[in-house]
């Protein structure tokens, strides 16, 4: 339904900053929410920031005030801002989105996933 290519990733230094961008093509019946994922080695996937459809927006507890979720009016394009990055921000992050593909059936779409690497 929904295809998503993530870009911008690399390897940054502590205190340094990246935007990661998602690049999104199709559409969903009725999108949910697209967000941002990132799993670190040898952990779970986690949330890192949502914004949904009505245009709210939660982010982790440990990004809050570092990072920032932007989308363009279309919603084919969804950014992280990620500021005063430390070296538990290493990890593959994921773009999400999550929408209806008909009147009952949830479904997610993933991205491939950038690697982020922070370190000096």
């Known amino acids: 339904q929904v295809q998503l290519v993530e870009s911008g990733g690399g390897l940054v230094q502590p205190g340094g900053s990246l935007r990661l961008s998602c690049t999104a093509s199709?559409?969903?019946?009725?999108?949910?929410?697209m967000g941002w994922y990132r799993q670190a080695a040898g952990k779970e996937r986690e949330l890192v920031a949502q914004?949904?459809?009505?245009?709210?927006?939660n982010y982790a507890d440990s990004v809050k005030g570092r990072f920032t979720i932007e989308r363009d009016y279309s919603w084919n394009l969804l950014y992280l801002l990620m500021n005063s990055l430390k070296p538990e921000d290493t990890a593959v992050y994921y773009c999400?989105?999550?929408?209806?593909?008909?009147?009952?059936?949830?479904?997610?779409?993933w991205g491939q996933g950038t690697q982020v690497t922070v370190s000096s």
């Open positions: 914004i949904t459809a009505g245009g709210s927006t």
């Open positions: 199709g559409s969903f019946f009725r999108l949910v929410a």
């Open positions: 999400n989105a999550r929408g209806y593909s008909d009147y009952k059936t949830l479904m997610d779409s």
